[in-house]
C-alpha cells in the first residue's frame, strides 16, 4: 500500500488580504477596478483549482469588510461586542451601534436638552451576508457608488445624516440655526446593525465570521478539507444560531440597555428584517407572548423577502400589527414602492391581500434578494418617518384579511386561543423581557410615545422554521486541551 506524505502535498493557496498586492484599486467613483485594465471588474475565476478562487474571494472580501467599516465608524457608527462586555480576545459577536445610543443622555447643565433619542432602528441581515454588508455582487459590480451601494454605507449614512439636518446651517440667524441643529440631531435616530452571518468564532484568530471565511481559513494542505466546527468551543454563548442572537439583541441590547430609564426610554423601535433575519424577528415575536411585552415600543416593521406565511402568525394581536404598521418588500419588475404580489402569491387574493399578514411592495430590485435592501431602503426610511411623524393615526391604507385569524367581520377566531403551555424556561425569559422593559413603559407612556397595546395573548407551540443556513454536520468533539481549531477528516482524527 502507498501513500503521500504530508510533506508532498500541494500547498493550500493564499492571498494577502491587500488590494494593491491582489491587483486591483478603489476609483474616484467609488467602485473596485483592476489595475491592469480599470475597465475590468473582479475576476473571481483565476484557476481551474477552486480552493484558489474561493481564496481569492475572500482575501478581497476581507479588503472589503476592512473598507467599510472604517467608512462606518467614520459616519458615527460604533462596534459593541456581544455578550455585553466582552473583552475583544473573548468569544464575542460584533454588531454596529450609533454613537447616539452609547453616548451619556444626562448632561450637568440643567438648560441642556437630554441626549435621548427618539427612535431606534434597528436591522437583522441575512444570514450568509457579513456585517454591514448588504451584497457583494454590487460591491464588485460597476456603477458609480458600488462600494457604499452594495453595503451599508449609503444606508447609514440616510439614516444618520440625512440632508434636512446639514440644510439646518442655512437658516437666518445663529441662535436660531444652533436651535434647529440641535433639533435635528436630537431627531436623528439611533441605528443598530446587527449580525446574523458571523456566529462562528474562530479561536486561533479571534474573530468571528461566516461560513464563507470559514472555509477559507488556512489548511495544512490544498487537499485537506475545512476546519470542523465545535458545537461548543465555536459558538458565542446566547447567539450561538439566528434565533438566539434576536433574542439577544432584543432582550439585552434594547430591553437591558439601551431602553433602560438612564438612557432612551421612551424610544419607539423600528425593525427590518432582511429574508432569515426578518423570519427570526417574526418567530421571536410571535411565540412565548414576547409580543405582549414588545408592542407598546416597536412602532413599525419592514421585511425584505419575507419568508413566513400566515400560518406562522398564531398571536392575534402581533398579525393585527403587521397588517397595520408593517410591510414587506419584494423582488418584482414593477416600479419601486409599487403596491404588488409575489410570483407565488396564491391565485384569486387582491393586491394586498398576499399572505404575509401586510402590504407587499415591489423593492425595486428585480432579480436578487440580497439586492432588495439597497433598492429599497429610502422607501423603508419613507415609511418609518411617516409612522414617528404621524404616530397613533398612522394605519396601513391598504387592507390585508388574516385568513385563519379573524372572519370577515374582523372578530378573531376561538379556536386560534390555546391554553399557556409555555416551559418553565420560556416563561421565564418572557418574565426577563417585561422586567426589562418595565421601567421604560412609565416612561414611554409618560411622553405620549406611540403605543400598541393589544389585549389578546396567546401561548403557541406552532413554528415555522425558515432558515436556510448551510447545513454543514460537524463532529461535536471535547477536546478541552486543544487551544486551536483542526481540520476535518484524518487530521483532525490525529488530533
Known amino acids: 500500500m502507498f501513500r503521500r506524505l ?55 472580501n476581507t479588503c472589503i469588510r476592512t473598507l467599510v467599516f472604517a467608512r462606518l465608524h467614520e459616519a458615527g457608527m460604533q462596534t459593541l461586542r456581544l455578550p455585553l462586555g466582552t473583552p475583544a480576545d473573548q468569544p464575542h459577536i460584533p454588531i454596529l451601534v450609533s454613537a447616539n445610543l452609547l453616548s451619556p443622555t ?5 438648560t441642556t436638552k437630554p441626549n435621548k433619542v427618539k427612535r431606534i432602528i434597528v436591522v437583522f441581515n441575512e444570514g450568509d451576508q457579513d456585517l454591514a454588508i448588504w451584497a457583494h455582487r454590487l460591491i464588485g459590480k460597476s456603477g458609480p457608488g458600488a462600494i457604499s451601494r452594495g453595503s451599508a454605507i449609503d444606508f ?10 446639514s440644510a439646518a446651517s442655512h437658516v437666518n440667524g445663529d441662535n436660531a440655526a444652533a436651535d434647529d441643529e440641535t433639533d435635528a440631531e436630537n431627531d436623528t435616530p439611533g441605528l443598530i446593525l446587527a449580525n446574523l452571518g458571523q456566529l462562528l468564532w474562530w479561536r486561533g484568530g479571534k474573530q468571528a465570521m461566516g461560513f464563507a471565511t470559514w472555509h477559507a481559513l488556512p489548511r495544512p494542505s ?24 434576536v ?49 407598546p415600543h416597536i412602532a413599525a416593521l419592514a421585511l425584505g423577502n419575507p419568508l413566513h406565511s400566515l400560518h406562522d402568525l398564531t398571536d392575534l394581536s402581533f398579525a393585527r400589527f403587521l397588517r397595520a404598521r408593517a410591510r414587506a418588500y419584494i423582488c418584482s419588475p414593477d416600479a419601486a414602492n409599487t403596491a404588488t404580489l409575489p410570483d407565488d402569491a396564491p391565485s384569486g387574493l ?14 425595486g430590485e428585480h432579480l436578487y434578494t440580497e439586492c432588495i435592501m439597497p433598492a429599497a431602503f429610502p422607501s423603508i426610511l419613507s415609511f418609518f418617518a411617516d409612522v414617528h411623524r404621524r404616530g397613533d393615526a398612522f394605519e396601513n391604507a391598504l387592507g390585508v384579511q388574516l385568513f385563519g385569524l379573524e372572519d370577515a367581520d374582523g372578530n378573531g377566531r376561538a379556536e386560534r386561543e390555546q391554553p399557556d403551555d409555555r416551559t418553565d424556561e420560556a416563561a421565564d425569559g418572557a ?64 488530533a
Not at 444626562?106 to 440643567?110: D, E, L
Open 156 to 165: 447609514v449614512n440616510a439614516v444618520l445624516h440625512p440632508p434636512a439636518a
Open 431 to 494: 418574565d426577563g423581557v417585561e422586567d426589562g422593559l418595565g421601567a421604560a413603559d412609565g416612561a414611554h407612556a409618560d411622553g405620549g410615545t406611540h403605543q400598541h397595546q393589544h389585549q389578546h395573548q396567546h401561548q403557541h407551540q406552532h413554528q415555522h422554521q425558515h432558515q436556510h443556513q448551510h447545513q454543514h454536520q460537524h463532529e461535536n468533539e471535547n477536546e478541552d486541551d486543544k487551544e486551536n481549531d483542526v481540520p476535518m477528516g484524518r487530521s483532525a482524527e490525529a
Open 222 to 245: 490544498g487537499v485537506h478539507g475545512p476546519m470542523r466546527i465545535d458545537e461548543r468551543k465555536n459558538r458565542v454563548r446566547g447567539n450561538e444560531d439566528w434565533a438566539q442572537h
Open 247 to 295: 433574542q439577544y439583541v432584543f432582550e439585552q441590547v434594547l430591553a437591558a440597555h439601551l431602553l433602560a430609564p438612564d438612557r432612551h426610554s421612551g424610544a419607539q423601535v423600528h425593525v427590518v428584517g432582511l429574508s432569515d433575519g426578518g423570519s427570526a424577528v417574526v418567530k421571536y415575536l410571535n411565540e412565548h407572548c414576547k409580543w405582549n411585552q414588545w408592542a
Open 106 to 110: 444626562t448632561s450637568a447643565s440643567p
Open 350 to 363: 387582491d393586491t394586498a391581500s398576499f399572505a404575509v399578514g401586510m402590504p407587499v411592495f415591489a423593492s
Open 6 to 60: 504530508s510533506s508532498s502535498l500541494p500547498k493550500d493557496p493564499d492571498y494577502p488580504a491587500d488590494l494593491k498586492e491582489l491587483g486591483y484599486f478603489v476609483t474616484a467613483t467609488d467602485e473596485i477596478k483592476l489595475i491592469a485594465d480599470p475597465s475590468k471588474d473582479f475576476i473571481y475565476v483565476i484557476n481551474k483549482n477552486e480552493r484558489y478562487n474561493e481564496k481569492q474571494k475572500e482575501a478581497m
